[in-house]
């Protein structure tokens, strides 16, 4: 029985941290999802926290949770702004969507610190710099 699950792997999604700046010219941070895939992927359901030691004491951050709905092939879609003092913690991004009628997930992890300019490359489809992870 467990055979006649198909094992689907997701590798054409990708996620990025992004370091943009806003209408009054602030530098902000801002997740995104990037479709790799030459198709759209359906049903885009994001849910992000944070957690790690802070000071010596084990924090958490609450979860969110965003329906993206639809993302085109070869584009991205902002997922939601992440602020500078959870870049300490580990940040977890989990991704959920359907493709060719078959629901994909993933679960992309930026570790404590590695959030920052040390790591950034040319974010595809963005033509921004930041931190991504596929």
Partial sequence: MLKDIP????????????????????????SYLINLYDEK???????????GNYDGRNVKTSMLRHLIGTVEAYDY????????????????????????????????IFLPETISEANFTTIPYLNKKGVMIR
């Fill in 7 to 30: 094992k689907l792997v997701v590798e054409n999604v990708a996620l990025a941290i992004v370091q943009e700046k806003n209408e009054e010219g602030e530098i902000v941070w801002n």
């Fill in 77 to 108: 879609a902002k997922i939601e702004p992440i602020m500078p003092n959870v870049f300490g913690l580990t940040n977890e991004f989990w991704i959920s969507f359907f493709l060719h009628k078959n629901m994909y997930d993933k679960k992309y």
């Fill in 41 to 51: 992927i359906d049903g885009v359901l994001v849910s992000s926290k944070g957690y």
